[in-house]
Every structure is written in C-alpha cells, then in structure tokens.
T-cell receptor
Framework: DAKTTQPTSMDCAEGRAANLPCNHS???????VYWYRQIHSQGPQYIIH???NNETNEMASLIITEDRKSSTLILPHATLRDTAVYYC?????????????FGTGTRLKVLA | DSGVTQTPKHLITATGQRVTLRCSPR?????VYWYQQSLDQGLQFLIQ???????AKGNILERFSAQQFPDLHSELNLSSLELGDSALYFC?????????????FGSGTRLTVV
C-alpha cells in the first residue's frame, strides 16, 4: 500500500506557483520522498527527491517538514505543460530492492 | 525519448491468449522494473530484475512472468489473458538496484484484451 496521501486534484493559474502537498506520516528515518509526474498516458517522469533537507532543481523545489511527516512540491511558475498527475512516493525496500509504491496522485490542472 | 524502449506500443488480443512485452533499458542501467496501470488501479508495481536476477516482487499474478536476459533487455509474459488485464504496462530502468536518482520510464505498451 502507498505510504502517502495527496489531494485528488488542484487547479493553478498559469504563471503562478503550484504548491502540491503530500502527507507521509509513517515514513521511516532512511526512506526518501520522490516526486514523479505523468502527463496524459505517458510514462511517469522523475521530478525531484529528498530525505530531510529542502531540495531544488531546474524543475521544482521540494520542502520537507522537520518531522518528515509531510512535504510540498513547488513548481515556481506553472505553465500549461505542467498539467499532469503528480505522484508523491516514499521509496521502500533495502539496497538492491528499492521500489516505488505509487498512490493515486494529485491531478494538477494549470489554467490559462 | 527517455532511452527506455518498449515494444510493441499497442497490442490487441483475445481472452485466453498469451503475449510478450519487451523492454530495453537505458544504456548502462542494470535494473528493470515493470508496472501495470489500469483505469481503476493506478500504477501497480509488478516485478524488478537486477542484472538478470529477480530482486523484488509486487502484485504480479501467477499468470504473469518476467525475465531479464544477459543483454539486460527484459520481457514480461502475460498468459491466459482476461479482460481485466487490459492496461498500460510500463517498464522503467535505473543504473543499480537503488534508482537513487529516480527511475527512467518507457512510454509503455497499451494492451487491450477483447
């Protein structure tokens, strides 16, 4: 079963920041949080991951709370092409057997 | 192009039949993962192979099997197909067993069972 819960859907105005929350209250100390997105029926695309510290890359920022029970993915300037289903995932397993258990994700719609 | 190649892109077959889906991982990646995505189930992890050996199993039915060959490509075999097996099947790859920087997914095979 997925270890994360996310809102089912969200809307965001084009050009504004999109903040996608995720709850992972049962996360263990060494489990990473990953974010992927899936545009229409294409293969999921890796966005970003983190353990405890906030992370930023060219696509997004990831803010993880100090207790690690929740996180927020931030798309700083959302565009219409960011319309997708966003999955927050806790990577489970051990060395060599890591796997991602996908939940139902958040359907983000960026509005013109 | 993600570098992960899945063939065929579309497959239509009848109930009771057997099909084989193929995946070529990104160059240099040793691990291959298979996922099934149906409308009512979301993305379900099926199985992982690392350098030819099975490493992790998820919700894979007994009618399904997979293997990874010495050249690292992988095949997912689905037999005694049922209408409920209609889904998108994704393959993903990562350099080692950990996929630390994430998996790279292919574009999927859409299977329709009629």
């Amino acid at each position: 079963d997925a270890k994360t819960t996310q809102p089912t859907s969200m809307d965001c105005a084009e050009g504004r920041a999109a903040n996608l929350p995720c709850n992972h209250s049962t996360i263990s100390g060494n489990e990473y949080v990953y974010w992927y997105r899936q545009i229409h029926s294409q293969g999921p695309q890796y966005i970003i991951h983190g353990l405890k510290n906030n992370e930023t890359n060219e696509m997004a920022s990831l803010i993880i709370t100090e207790d690690r029970k929740s996180s927020t993915l931030i798309l700083p300037h959302a565009t219409l092409r960011d319309t997708a289903v966003y999955y927050c995932i806790v990577r489970v397993g051990g060395s060599g057997t890591y796997k991602y258990i996908f939940g139902t994700g958040t359907r983000l719609k960026v509005l013109a | 192009d993600s570098g992960v190649t899945q063939t065929p892109k579309h497959l239509i077959t009848a109930t009771g039949q057997r099909v084989t889906l193929r995946c070529s991982p990104r160059s240099g990646d040793l691990s291959v993962y298979w996922y099934q995505q149906s409308l009512d189930q979301g993305l379900q992890f099926l199985i992982q192979y690392y350098n030819g050996e099975e490493r992790a199993k998820g919700n894979i039915l007994e009618r399904f099997s997979a293997q990874q060959f010495p050249d690292l490509h992988s095949e997912l075999n689905l037999s005694s197909l049922e209408l409920g097996d209609s889904a998108l099947y994704f393959c993903a790859s990562s350099p080692l067993g950990g996929g630390f920087n994430g998996y790279t997914f292919g574009s999927g095979t859409r299977l329709t069972v009629v």
